[in-house]
């Protein structure tokens, strides 16, 4: 993972959105620990701080919680919290842009509904 | 805490204005970066900052005190290069006991564990350690030190890329075991960018940016379109303009609000973030006058 100076989205929330993403994808489990920050930021050659802000965001959003002198643990609930907000960023974000590209090679809206059906039933058959 | 502060710094050496009219703030815990082109006045400004130069104007101020000839905050700042001319003839173990001595706050204990780390032997003569050891040699003296203010000039040059990891890495765990303020300047920007929380750059004596690296990154642009499209960006502040063909680059610092970067990107630009190192070369870069 190396996280991505040319994007505008801040290194901080790349940071949450990284944990996120390793919470959806099953790597880390609920309940468990996740890394310490400065653990975190000796692998990602980053500044502790950055990484301490990208953690205390989810901390915030109930994602994590803190156990005092211990570390920091994945919620339980968690999992389902983030694929729902995902879910409504893929919608957002996503599709927007899906249709702003179609919309740049003369791709009409019924056209890209038609390619997706086409896309599922191909899906479908392997 | 103010760590550092520099105000109206200027040195001149014969006919070079080597520093003019400096001033900036560091704040106590950062890691600071000092970036600037050769002959930029970085090695000047931190000689100037532990007072081994005099400026001809201006003051500095260690923990907010002034530094000339303050025993208390001189005693608490150390300033490494990538080589010191006065090791030359010594063994390690001789220097290592001279920093000890001169140290107040000396971490022995931490010593041996980073000798070992860069490989580096007790018995060695500074002189005929290999570059990168040399200055591995600061880097272990600096970080032992002990000092709340710790000044690194170029100190990876010569490290191998193992030994620059291992230093990277060293970096952050001491700031979070003991935080402390350091400035390092350096070259390898896109290489060090990730560590720095804060950056002051120079160009011919002078501070041209100053800013933490948050406010950084949400302020570098790189807008890419055609030619006409400038129109788009009258009034932001514009570094430098490149062009291919009828694709032009458009380096930006600024800020662009939502709305802003929306209406720019229905017009066809593409609008990412600039690295660091960009904006270093937007910044500082002579515009090159490419002959037909």
Redesign the interface.
């Given at each position: 993972m190396q996280?991505d100076?040319?994007?505008?989205t801040?290194?901080?929330i790349q940071v949450a959105q990284w944990l996120e993403d390793e919470i959806l994808k099953g790597h880390i489990l609920e309940e468990e620990q996740v890394p310490s920050t400065?653990q975190f930021?000796?692998v990602?050659?980053?500044?502790?701080?950055?990484a301490r802000k990208g953690f205390s965001l989810l901390v915030e959003e109930g994602i994590l919680y803190k156990k005092r002198g211990i570390g920091m643990f994945v919620s339980t609930g968690a999992k389902e919290k983030i694929r729902k907000r995902k879910r409504e960023r893929f919608i957002r974000e996503s599709v927007a842009l899906l249709m702003?590209e179609a919309e740049k090679l003369g791709i009409t809206g019924d056209e890209v509904i038609e390619i997706i059906q086409g896309y599922m039933e191909k899906a479908a058959d392997t | 805490m103010k760590a550092i502060e520099c105000k109206n710094i200027s040195k001149r050496f014969a006919d070079v204005q080597a520093l003019d009219d400096v001033s900036f703030v560091m704040e106590a815990g950062g890691?600071y970066a000092l970036l600037g082109r050769n002959g930029a006045g970085k090695t000047t400004l931190l000689n100037c900052i532990c007072t081994r130069y005099v400026p001809d104007n201006g003051e500095v101020f260690l923990q907010e005190e002034p530094a000339v000839e303050n025993p208390r905050v001189l005693g608490d700042i150390c300033f490494m290069t990538e080589h010191i001319d006065e090791f030359d003839l010594y063994a390690v173990k001789r220097i290592l006991k001279m920093a000890a001595a001169f140290y107040p706050k000396w971490d022995e204990a931490r010593v041996e564990q980073l000798l070992t780390l860069f490989q580096i032997r007790r018995k060695d003569i500074y002189a005929a350690l290999s570059k990168g050891r040399q200055a591995a040699l600061g880097f272990i003296i600096g970080v032992c030190s002990g000092c709340s203010v710790v000044l690194f000039d170029e100190i990876y040059s010569g490290m191998d890329a193992v030994a620059r990891?291992q230093m990277?890495?060293l970096l952050?765990?001491e700031?979070?075991r003991q935080p402390r303020t350091f400035v390092i300047s350096t070259h390898l920007i896109e290489e060090m960018?990730?560590?720095?929380?804060d950056v002051v750059m120079l160009d011919r004596g002078s501070v041209i940016l100053a800013d933490d690296?948050?406010t950084i990154?949400?302020r570098s642009?790189?807008c890419v379109g055609r030619e006409e499209h400038k129109a788009h960006l009258e009034g932001k502040n514009i570094l430098s303009v490149q062009t291919v063909g009828s694709v032009t680059e458009y380096m930006i610092y600024d800020d662009f609000a939502e709305e802003e970067?929306l209406k720019l990107?229905k017009q066809g630009m593409s609008?990412?973030?600039?690295?660091?190192q960009e904006l270093f070369i937007a910044y500082t870069a002579e515009p090159l006058q490419v002959t037909k």
């Open positions: 996280f100076e040319t994007s505008l801040p290194i901080f400065n930021a000796a990602y050659r980053m500044n502790p701080a950055t702003q | 890691i990891k990277y890495e952050l765990e700031q979070e960018a990730g560590l720095f929380t690296m948050e990154h949400g642009y790189k970067l990107r609008v990412t973030a600039m690295t660091l």
